[in-house]
């Protein structure tokens, strides 16, 4: 089973989701206010956070940065229906994914298991398979998803190892915002969804310029992004 920590105040919904994710072969601990989430987290024993937004002593925006100084762990924040501030910012601090409360159980099956396929790529890849991408300074180890930048690691977190990774492979050629959401996100785009924008804003920020100060990624105001070559 699949160690996932689920940080929520709200007891009944534990309860509820402890049975069920573990008939989906995930065996989940709960915990109920931030502080102790974001020990948790850090603890080394989980393989997942779900990560509500509203929790005493430490909300999830703050559990949230506090994991993602040291710790790359995937994280799914739950946000109250409707609230597109919250999505964003959890987005901006680094969340992969989110999920608007009341959500359907499967659906957060399907989000959970998709970010483990991401993480698991790499190693189930066919034999022969390119372990590196390079362009320009970047370096992306497809092993480990450690992305290389000047030689020097930039922390990315799965969801955005795996948007620039597609990003790159199609490099001088227009990525649609609904084909990145289903090669990255592995799910449809949905009216105002705007995760993969947020993945991509967070990537040029921690990617930042080519050598000589040109943009990596371009927006096509409408249509979706692609990675600038030569």
């Given at each position: 089973?699949?160690?996932?920590?689920?940080?929520?105040?709200?007891?009944?919904?534990?309860?509820?989701?402890?049975?069920f994710?573990?008939?989906?072969?995930?065996?989940?601990?709960?915990?109920h206010?931030?502080?102790?989430?974001?020990?948790?987290?850090?603890?080394g024993?989980?393989?997942?956070?779900?990560?509500?937004?509203?929790?005493?002593?430490l909300?999830?925006?703050?559990?949230?940065?506090?994991?993602?100084?040291?710790?790359?762990?995937?994280?799914?924040?739950?946000?109250?229906?409707?609230?597109?501030?919250?999505?964003?910012?959890?987005?901006?601090?680094?969340?992969?994914?989110?999920?608007?409360?009341?959500?359907?159980?499967?659906?957060?099956?399907?989000?959970?298991?998709?970010?483990?396929?991401?993480m698991?790529?790499?190693?189930?890849?066919e034999?022969?398979?390119?372990?590196?991408?390079?362009?320009?300074?970047?370096?992306?180890?497809?092993?480990?998803?450690?992305?290389?930048?000047?030689?020097?690691?930039?922390?990315?977190?799965?969801?955005?190892?795996?948007?620039?990774?597609?990003?790159?492979?199609?490099?001088?050629?227009?990525?649609?915002?609904?084909e990145?959401?289903?090669?990255?996100?592995?799910?449809?785009?949905?009216?105002?969804?705007?995760?993969?924008?947020?993945?991509?804003?967070?990537?040029?920020?921690?990617?930042g310029?080519?050598?000589?100060?040109?943009?990596?990624?371009?927006?096509?105001?409408?249509?979706?992004?692609?990675?600038?070559?030569?």
């Amino acid at each position: 089973m699949i160690d996932v920590l689920l940080v929520d105040d709200d007891l009944e919904l534990c309860e509820l989701l402890v049975e069920f994710l573990r008939t989906e072969s995930f065996q989940v601990s709960a915990v109920h206010n931030g502080v102790d989430g974001a020990e948790a987290a850090l603890s080394g024993q989980f393989s997942m956070v779900l990560l509500d937004v509203t929790l005493p002593r430490l909300n999830g925006f703050d559990v949230l940065r506090t994991i993602r100084h040291k710790s790359n762990i995937p994280v799914i924040m739950l946000t109250a229906r409707g609230d597109d501030v919250d999505r964003i910012v959890g987005l901006e601090i680094g969340a992969d994914d989110y999920l608007a409360k009341p959500f359907n159980h499967r659906e957060l099956v399907a989000r959970m298991k998709a970010i483990m396929r991401r993480m698991r790529m790499p190693e189930e890849g066919e034999r022969g398979r390119r372990r590196q991408l390079q362009i320009d300074d970047l370096v992306l180890n497809l092993a480990n998803h450690e992305v290389l930048r000047s030689g020097q690691a930039v922390d990315v977190t799965a969801t955005e190892f795996t948007v620039l990774k597609t990003l790159v492979e199609k490099a001088g050629e227009l990525v649609t915002r609904e084909e990145l959401t289903q090669l990255a996100l592995n799910r449809r785009l949905t009216l105002h969804d705007r995760a993969i924008d947020m993945h991509v804003s967070n990537l040029r920020r921690k990617i930042g310029s080519k050598p000589d100060n040109r943009p990596r990624l371009k927006t096509v105001r409408g249509a979706g992004y692609f990675y600038i070559v030569d």
